[in-house]
């Protein structure tokens, strides 16, 4: 089972909802990251929160809107998304962020844009 | 412009076989290297990891080999089984960066028949 969990599983949504997608950890890590993976691709960085600061923006689209309400919590709210923002949502956490230590990924957010 | 140049794309090997990733990068700055195995349906998970003033690790049966001059590093799998079928990424990052950022290489899609 993973340490870091992941809700909902699949997500299907209109272009004009808004829904939000949530991660979860208990293994007192103080970095917490969103990561977008298309098919046969690599993660792609999205954000970074550290000690719930949000760290790292990959020049994302304001229509991703990240918050970490607690240690333990990361969300990612979004609205009014685009067909190509179809993908798979990883969530991913560290201890504290420093570059060698392991991060631990979530089974992910299928989202699908309709 | 991708930091970490990952290769093959794809390969298929028989049970037993030794499937081989290579791996180059460019910027000297990176200090940890570590793979992550994904299976279908799953985030990625850390598989084993190197620092380049170990010229080689093994876990049970996966061995990364690193070529600091050249700037390659590789990952071996010994005995191969059809459990091991799976994409593979090598990554690269600094110790010393805050947030962990991790440079993927493109993926390597392994299938291991019976």
């Known amino acids: 089972d993973t340490e870091v969990t992941q809700t909902p599983k699949h997500l299907v949504m209109g272009m004009t909802n808004k829904k939000s997608l949530k991660c979860e950890q208990h293994?007192?890590?103080?970095?917490m990251y969103w990561y977008k993976q298309k098919a046969k691709k690599p993660p792609e960085l999205m954000f970074v929160?550290?000690?719930?600061?949000?760290?790292i923006n990959e020049s994302v689209p304001s229509r991703f809107s990240p918050e970490c309400p607690n240690s333990s919590l990361l969300n990612l709210h979004l609205h009014a998304l685009q067909p190509e923002d179809s993908a798979l949502y990883l969530c991913?956490?560290?201890?504290?962020?420093?570059?060698?230590?392991?991060?631990?990924f979530g089974d992910g957010t299928r989202l699908s844009i309709l | 412009q991708q930091q970490v140049k990952q290769s093959p794309q794809s390969l298929i090997v028989q049970k037993g076989g030794i499937p081989i990733i290579n791996c180059a990068y460019e910027?000297?700055?990176?200090?940890?290297f570590p793979w992550y195995q994904q299976f279908p349906g799953k985030g990625p998970a850390l598989l084993i990891a190197?620092?380049?003033?170990?010229s080689e690790k093994k876990e049970g049966r996966f061995t990364i080999s690193f070529n600091k001059s050249a700037k390659q590093f590789s990952l071996h799998i010994m005995d191969s089984q059809p459990g091991d079928s799976a994409t593979y990424f090598c990554?690269?990052?600094?110790?010393?960066?805050?947030?962990?950022?991790?440079?993927f290489g493109a993926g390597t899609q392994v299938v291991v028949t019976p």
């Open positions: 190197i620092r380049p003033d170990v």
């Open positions: 929160y550290s000690y719930e600061k949000l760290s």
């Open positions: 293994m007192g890590h103080r970095a």
């Open positions: 990554a690269a990052s600094i110790r010393g960066d805050s947030w962990g950022k991790l440079q």
């Open positions: 910027n000297t700055a990176f200090d940890y």
């Open positions: 991913a956490s560290s201890q504290d962020g420093q570059g060698d230590q392991p991060q631990h």
